[in-house]
């Protein structure tokens, strides 16, 4: 079956939902935390289809913290795979992937829907498309393992995000800009979303003082000043 046709990837927290609500949005996949009331950002927004799944941006357990789990990741791959199947309509789709801050759960959700939709996909290229996206992505690493697994990619999801983070040295700055997604890859149609990059970002409670989603046992900073990704 061809996957549905995807024309725009976005990722961003939930202050830039507004934003987003005259560029179509058709898909949305919201990452929240268990206990945040319901958002109120989409009332700009046409008709589209979402999907709300809850947990905390962590990757150890804590008092009164929620873990991605197993069931998690495959709901968001379940996601995937019920928008490659549908069928019946040439319309573009933008998929929206949101959490609090757009850095981490959100990019470990679009990492992992875009190794479901193009399995052939070396790793590496998958993060740096997600880069694209987001230059201020961090993924979960906790929710790339799980999807690792369940993807059978056998190690190397995990390995990639191990690579960039050494590489990086966990300073959530660089932005690659030589992705480009084969045109053969799924059937798909894909530009990079960059209407919100360059901004200072901060993460206004007490989550700065979790352990880096990334693995790397670095501690999150109060704030981001990340530069924009050139356009592809």
């Known amino acids: 079956m061809t996957p549905a046709r995807i024309s725009v990837l976005t990722i961003c927290g939930i202050d830039e939902l507004p934003e987003h609500g005259p560029r179509a949005v058709t898909h ?15 009332q700009g927004y046409g008709t589209h289809r979402r999907t709300t799944l809850r947990f905390h941006d962590v990757i150890d357990p804590g008092p009164g913290l929620t873990l991605p789990t197993q ?8 996601f995937s795979s019920e ?5 019946g309509s040439d319309a573009a789709r933008h998929l929206l992937v949101h959490c609090h801050m757009g850095i981490s759960r959100s990019s470990a959700a679009m990492v992992s ?20 996206i987001r230059p201020q992505a961090w993924p979960n690493s906790l929710m790339i393992g799980f999807a690792d697994d ?19 040295g966990c300073d959530a700055s660089r932005a690659t800009a030589s992705w480009r997604w084969p045109s053969e890859a799924a059937g798909l149609s894909l530009r990079a979303d960059r209407s919100s990059q ?9 989550r700065h ?21 050139p356009m592809l």
């Not at 949305?28 to 989409?42: I, K, N």
């Not at 069931?71 to 379940?78: A, G, R, T």
């Not at 829907?113 to 694209?132: G, H, K, S, T, Y």
């Open 28 to 42: 949305v996949l919201s990452l929240l935390d268990p206990s945040w009331p319901e958002l109120t950002g989409f």
């Open 71 to 78: 069931d998690h990741v495959s709901e968001i791959l379940n």
């Open 83 to 87: 928008l490659a199947a549908e069928t």
């Open 113 to 132: 829907l875009l190794a479901r939709i193009d399995p052939n996909e070396p790793e590496d290229r998958l993060f740096e498309c997600v880069r694209q």
């Open 150 to 168: 369940i993807l059978g990619r056998e190690g190397r999801l995990v390995a990639a995000l191990r690579g960039r983070s050494s590489s990086a």
């Open 198 to 206: 360059s901004r200072m970002i901060r993460r206004p409670d007490t």
């Open 209 to 229: 003082e979790y352990k880096c989603g990334c693995g790397c046992r670095g501690k999150w900073r109060k704030y981001h000043s990340l530069p924009a990704a």
